[in-house]
């Protein structure tokens, strides 16, 4: 199970911190991620994460702005967003995967319920 948290209203510009904690069977999660959806588009990626060596993989449009890490302890994983943008509006699920694809939704076998995040201009 995955559990998102962490979004809300912003205005362009400021910084907001998205939680995943994954809970259950967590043995078998090798890459975590962070995609978005917006109204009317489809599901993206933004970020990904392996839990052993940490490597770390983002979305060109939020290279240098949003930062992912995690707590192996705490199998819990964040995605810092800075200077977020009116384009950064949507739905943010975080998801779990076996396989190491980490750009690839369809690689992804859980995914936790969503958190929204809404940046006004």
């Known amino acids: 199970q995955l559990q998102a948290s962490g979004g809300g209203l912003v205005q362009a510009g400021d910084s907001l911190r998205l939680s995943c904690a994954a809970s259950g069977r967590t043995a078998y999660i090798n890459v975590m991620g962070w995609f978005r959806q917006a109204p009317g588009k489809e599901r993206e990626f933004v970020a990904a994460?392996?839990?052993?060596?940490?490597?770390?993989y983002y979305a060109d449009s939020v290279k240098g702005r949003f930062t992912i890490s995690r707590d192996n302890a705490k199998n819990t994983v964040y995605l810092q967003m800075n200077t977020l943008e009116p384009e950064g509006t949507a739905v943010y699920y975080c998801a779990a995967s076996r396989v190491i694809m980490p750009t690839y939704a369809r690689a992804y076998d859980y995914w936790g319920q969503g958190t929204l995040v809404t940046v006004s201009s």
């Open positions: 994460i392996t839990l052993s060596g940490g490597s770390t």
